[in-house]
């Protein structure tokens, strides 16, 4: 019966280690349990939620200094939601990528041009 108890009590403890916790909720305390955020970053968090609850993680992103979306994705795999969410990245759209692939194409074809005329 003692041995049942402890491994319950154990199950819970290990729960509530791996437990999400909201940016618009936390505490200082359980912004440091995330690995990654330190006592400067979770001063530079609480800050920022003063002036107002971070609505997503893109407004997060924005409000908090030295947030990125790297940073974003680390934070969230450790357990940390923005308003019970966890990070999805944006994905690129076609339209960008097929854009990004002309500049690139056209940079090589524009010094070829330059480099003849010489």
């Keep these: 019966m003692l041995k049942k108890i402890l491994v319950l009590i154990a199950m819970l403890y290990a729960a509530a280690c791996f437990a999400a916790v909201d940016v618009n ?12 955020i330190g006592p400067a970053m979770s001063g530079k968090i609480l800050d920022e939620r003063k002036k107002g609850n971070f609505k997503d993680w893109s407004d997060f992103i ?21 308003s019970d969410t966890s990070y999805k990245p944006a994905a690129a759209t076609p339209a960008t990528a097929k854009k990004d692939a002309k500049g690139e194409a056209a940079k090589p074809a524009a010094s070829a041009t330059s480099a003849a005329k010489k």
Excluded: Y
Excluded at 25 to 36: C, H, P, Q
């Design 62 to 82: 924005d409000r908090v200094k030295g947030v990125g979306q790297a940073n974003a994705a680390k934070f969230s795999a450790q357990g940390l939601t923005v």
């Design 25 to 36: 909720k936390a505490n200082s305390a359980e912004l440091d349990s995330i690995k990654g």
